[in-house]
C-alpha cells in the first residue's frame, strides 16, 4: 500500500509540523522507496541468522584508572567569583527571594 500525499499530512498534522505541495510530494516519494527497499528485505531468508539484542559486543571498553595529582583547593578556588571560606558561592535556589 504506496504512501499518499494524505498519509504524509495526516502524519505532519500529528506531529504538528507543515509541508508545501513540493515537499509533500518529496516526502511521500521517498516513504514509498524506504517501504519499497523493506519490501525486498522482507524476500531475503533469515531462518539461519540469530536473533541479536544489539549489534556490537556486550563488553565495556575501559581505560586503566590511574592517579594523577590534582589542583590544590587554593588553586580550584583561584577563580571563584565568590568564594565562601573553602567553598564556591552560589545564590540560594530554594526558599525566600
Known amino acids: 500500500m504506496p504512501v ?5 499530512e495526516y502524519v505532519a498534522a500529528l506531529a504538528k509540523l507543515s509541508f508545501s ?18 519490501e525486498q528485505l ?8 540469530e536473533p541479536l539484542a544489539q549489534v556490537i559486543g ?7 584508572d590511574v592517579t594523577r595529582p590534582c589542583l590544590t583547593r587554593e588553586e580550584i ?4 567569583p565568590v ?3 573553602d567553598f564556591f558561592g552560589v545564590p540560594k ?5
Open 93 to 97: 535556589a530554594i526558599g525566600d527571594h
Open 58 to 64: 556486550r563488553e565495556a571498553v575501559l581505560r586503566e
Open 21 to 38: 505541495a513540493e515537499e509533500k510530494a518529496r516526502l511521500a516519494g521517498e516513504l514509498n522507496r524506504i517501504l519499497e527497499y523493506m
Open 77 to 80: 578556588l583561584a577563580n571563584a
Open 83 to 85: 568564594r565562601r571560606g
Open 4 to 8: 499518499t500525499i494524505a498519509d504524509v
Open 42 to 49: 522482507r524476500t531475503l531468508d533469515t531462518g539461519a541468522v
